[in-house]
């Protein structure tokens, strides 16, 4: 059933929602079709950064910490009359020791914040994100090469909302390739726009090779949404620590998709479950979702 999130102790999460009327009218009716396609272009999207970059965009801050239940006491700031813009609190920083790092060299972590599926990969199927279905490939921008050493493995969704913490983090120790930017048309990741849209397939998106020192080679990849102004991953081609920032989103919905290998990670079984029956799986960043598969002798 679409929409239902559960929290790792197997409690069922709501969703936050501030924007759903809205969303309506853009995806269901005539008029709000017209309108999406001026929202969705990069012009727009670029002055709309501009304003949430702005101190009039200020004002909208109370009403989203009211609006999705964000509590304010786990971040370095917390007066929301501090924030200089929207942008300057949707980036906000969180206390370090509100999430702790599972630092041992066989535990995956998530990369940040999110409602959390996972899916396999293999030559004769698609795998099925959020309503559609997709192939690695067109994650990858095309790339069969890249996207064929992925087969058997796993494709980890991780769905970024108005509450979550925005910053995404490295999920091991390793060294990385060049970011690779896809452009494309922006639009929203709430899930009613998949009635009339195939999501990833128009969103801008970027992604990097990782070579881990315990999970082999991963994918990393960005995807942006309607009105975000922009991802900000901090690096280029360099070497990395776990837990380290990676980068952050600016304004809006907005996604990250890992792709392992095949034979790599035991997924944690209530995530497994959860994805099996299309609930998402409320996760923090730095956070055990698997661990390093152990060689049985047949693979040795």
């Not at 924030?83 to 060299?105: G, H, M, V, W």
């Not at 990782?210 to 942006?224: A, S, Y």
């Not at 998709?257 to 799986?281: M, P, Q, R, Y």
Request: charged residues 25%; proline residues 2%; hydrophobic residues 35%.
């Amino acid at each position: 059933m679409e929409g239902r999130i559960k929290n790792r102790d197997g409690s069922f999460l709501p969703g936050c929602a501030p924007c759903g009327k809205s969303l309506r009218f853009l995806y269901e009716t005539a008029a709000g079709r017209v309108c999406l396609k001026l929202l969705t272009r990069r012009s727009v999207s670029k002055l709309v950064g501009a304003y949430m970059n702005s101190r009039i965009s200020k004002l909208n801050i109370k009403r989203s910490i009211q609006s999705c239940g964000i509590d304010l006491s786990e971040y370095e700031i917390t007066d929301y009359r501090k924030f200089s813009c929207y942008n300057d609190f949707f980036t906000r920083q969180i206390k370090k020791e509100k999430r702790p790092l599972a630092a041992a060299p066989d535990v995956f972590i998530s990369p940040c914040d999110s409602k959390l599926s996972v899916y396999g990969i293999n030559e004769d199927s698609c795998f099925f994100i959020k309503g559609s279905v997709y192939t690695v490939a067109d994650l990858l921008g095309g790339n069969k090469a890249l996207a064929d050493q992925f087969m058997g493995g796993y494709c980890l969704i991780f769905r970024l909302t108005v509450d979550n913490y925005h910053r995404y983090c490295y999920i091991d120790n390793g060294t990385k390739e060049e970011n690779i930017f896809i452009p494309g048309v922006l639009h929203t990741v709430n899930p009613i726009s998949l009635k009339k849209y195939n999501i990833y397939k128009q969103n801008c998106r970027e992604y990097t090779v990782l070579h881990t020192e315990n999970f082999g080679d991963v994918v990393q990849v960005e995807i942006g949404a309607m009105m975000v102004g922009r991802i900000k991953n901090h690096h280029g081609a360099c070497s990395f620590r776990k837990g380290e920032e990676k980068g952050m989103f600016e304004f809006g919905g907005s996604t990250i998709v890992l792709l392992v290998k095949k034979d790599i990670l035991t997924i944690d079984g209530d995530i497994l479950a959860n994805s099996a029956e299309n609930i998402e799986t409320a996760v923090k960043m730095g956070e055990r979702i698997a661990v390093k598969r152990q060689k049985t002798d047949n693979q040795y």
